[in-house]
């Protein structure tokens, strides 16, 4: 910033206020779009956990959840499940509750592979709709912002999988070294 900004003082004196000032709009526009998605999706992750829509959809992944995650807490299942669901969504603001609620029960009973697994998911965060990406591009003035939909998609899913077939590699050979 302090060399742009040096550069942009010696090449054009002028332009620096108006420059300083223009980027300052659009960084605050885009803090105002992101608070507004933020709000919608939170409000509509409450209003699910009240009317019981959460324990529903956990209840439809639950088995896959408790298996794949190793844990037989149901309560950090419910979490773990809505947090992938709003991960595929690509709503990650609205996922990142869920995961912080699904990392402190599992820490409570040790499980540190469902730990390590879920931080892992939710890093890489498959998205099979960016919802949150497209309403950024949208409010930005995108005349195509759904256009990121396939590529994300694809993205995501390669690099989610790389990224559990390598933790479950480390695992495995981690669990051989143990006597």
Request: proline fraction near 4%; aromatic fraction near 6%; charged fraction near 15%.
């Amino acid at each position: 910033m302090i060399i742009c900004s040096a550069a942009l003082l010696i090449t054009d004196p002028a332009s620096f206020l108006p420059a300083l000032s223009d980027g300052a709009k659009k960084g605050l526009d885009t803090a105002i779009a992101l608070f507004v998605i933020y709000a919608v999706w939170m409000g509509l992750s409450e209003v699910a956990e009240e009317s019981r829509l959460t324990a529903r959809i956990s209840a439809l992944i639950k088995k896959p959840i408790t298996a794949i995650f190793r844990t037989k807490d149901e309560a950090a299942a419910e979490d773990i499940a809505m947090n992938v669901s709003c991960n595929l969504l690509g709503i990650g603001g609205a996922a990142t509750p869920y995961a912080v609620r699904a990392i402190d029960r599992l820490e409570k009973q040790q499980n540190h592979f469902a730990q390590n697994l879920l931080f892992i998911i939710n890093a890489t965060s498959i998205q099979l709709f960016p919802a949150t990406v497209i309403a950024i591009r949208s409010s930005a003035g995108s005349s195509a912002a759904y256009d990121i939909a396939l590529p994300s998609l694809l993205a995501t899913a390669i690099s989610t999988g790389c990224a559990v077939c390598l933790f479950l590699i480390s695992e495995r050979l981690s669990g051989r070294k143990k006597p």
